[in-house]
DNA sequence: ATGAAATGTTAGGTTATTTGACATATAAAT
DNA sequence: ATTTATATGTCAAATAACCTAACATTTCAT
């Protein structure tokens, strides 16, 4: 088994990541329901989450903080998951606006940095897991 | 937060300790009840493991297939629990036998060498928790 | 004002866990 | 060869935790 699998190993009741993340089951359920998150479901159908479950919902909180929206959200953390291209399938989605996903993340992330001058500090990515994983 | 902290910070359910340790929750209570671990509690009296009381398990685990009873594990888990003395409160409990508690230990470390010759692979202490955490 | 986005609140139903009692298998002691 | 102790299985009733769905509230941008 590998860090990855770790990371992403179902452990956490919905209970739990609510202490974990300071969020509450409302907004969980919103953001899996928004496909920020997918948690996987014991066979009763209850959440389990993983590490980087956690750590998502970290990063979602952040964001939220500044500002962005759900689907400002999805888009960032879909870019930075796909930073590790290992085949490359090529297959873009349509955003609502008649943006391009490239201009749209420029945008994104350029108000990103502003708020970033003057928000709290902010939660870098993998915070909860470099918290608990092993490197 | 330091990592004894994040070591026993009460974080699964019994379901996910179950399969975490492939021990039945019968078991798991069994162990309880005798002393061997002692989980918290969520408010509404859920038991609640940290990485800790995972690794215990693992280790009684362990120690169960190599033929120790329950008294026998308490014994050596108590000890090694004990080997980072800060203000060493003397207060020795009395055993059942009419050995000294260091001659029963004597004898329960010279037959888990011997166990240890021919047995299963042995899980070493903290197997779990180096598995997730960060040292 | 209107509307959309995010979250709160409540209700009814389902799943998970708890304790306690009794059963069973095996090993140890008599 | 019985008896006794140990470890675990199984079942039942009670409660805690979680689920979805609906409706309410707040906030913010039009």
Known sequence: MNDQDRRSMPLFSI???????????????YYEANDLIAPERTKGNQRLFSFNDV??????KDLLDKGLNMAGIKLLLDEENKETPEEAPK?????????????????????????????????????????????
Chains 1, 2 share one sequence.
């Open 55 to 60: 750590d998502r919902l970290l990063q979602i």
């Open 91 to 135: 297959k873009e989605k349509k955003t609502p606006a008649n943006l391009t996903d490239k201009e749209l993340r420029g945008i994104l992330k350029n108000e990103l940095n502003e708020a970033g001058r003057y928000g709290k500090a902010s939660m870098r990515q993998g915070e909860l897991a470099r918290f608990f994983i092993k490197h």
């Open 15 to 29: 209970g739990i990541v609510m202490k974990l993340t300071e969020l509450t089951a409302r907004q969980i359920r």
